[in-house]
């Protein structure tokens, strides 16, 4: 149980367009979903909280106008990265918890290529 | 959330415990302690947390110190596909976890 998927595992994409990440909580309804950047060699960041339904919450530092976050339903929440520079090549890691846990299930990730 | 601390790297001999120390000193009361790790290049994966009892489950045991300033993960019988960073979470009252720099542990053949 437990599972989190994400697509696409990697994908790679010119500089000034914009690239859409999915997050799926596949067998239970993820009230809250984390989206996670990590550069190589290097931990995790957090970058933004999205309950179902409302606004996403950025952390410090995250633009919040070049990281669209969505999340529309119980099971997927959607990262898109706007006019992508390469400078946001990175790993993007999402995970999402279920009303009443406070664990939180980590997608695969998806490696991101801006050229 | 308090911040934890953890060794850069650690190298364990296959078959033998590895015990990954993690020191978290400004620690609150209601503050657990959350184990997670993570292979090359894919998500991390939920190991064990506790609060103030000594907790083990079929993956790990989590000893907490009386004072709560520090834990160590033992991996009872590492095995070559335990190599991993793990990273060290301590969790307040908010559902975010602040990752620190984890621990890189090689199990050696």
């Known amino acids: 149980g437990a599972v989190v998927s994400q697509h696409p595992s990697r994908v790679i994409c010119k500089s000034g367009t914009s690239v859409k990440i999915e997050c799926r909580s596949l067998?239970?309804?993820?009230?809250?979903m984390f989206w996670y950047r990590q550069f190589p060699k290097q931990s995790l960041m957090l970058m933004a909280t999205s309950n179902e339904g409302s606004k996403a919450t950025y952390e410090q530092g995250v633009e919040k106008d070049k990281f669209l976050i969505n999340h529309a339903s119980l099971t997927l929440s959607t990262l898109t990265v706007t006019s992508a520079h390469p400078e946001d090549s990175s790993f993007y890691i999402c995970?999402?918890?279920?009303?009443?846990?406070?664990?939180?299930?980590f997608g695969p990730g998806t490696r991101l290529t801006v050229t | 959330d308090a911040k934890t601390t953890q060794p850069t790297s650690m190298d364990c001999a296959e078959g033998r415990a590895a015990n990954l120390p993690c020191n978290h000193s400004t620690i609150s009361g209601n503050e657990y302690v959350y184990w997670y790790r993570q292979i090359h290049s894919q998500g991390p994966q939920y190991i064990i947390h506790?609060?103030?009892n000594n907790e083990t489950n079929e993956m790990a045991s989590l000893i907490i110190t009386e004072d709560r300033k520090s834990s160590t993960l033992i991996l009872p019988h590492a095995t070559l596909r335990d190599t991993a960073v793990y990273y060290c979470i301590v969790r307040s009252g908010t559902y975010k976890y602040i990752f620190g720099t984890g621990t890189r542990l090689k199990v050696l053949a």
């Open positions: 995970s999402a918890r279920s009303l009443g846990s406070y664990e939180q299930y």
């Open positions: 506790g609060l103030k």
């Open positions: 067998d239970f309804q993820a009230t809250t």
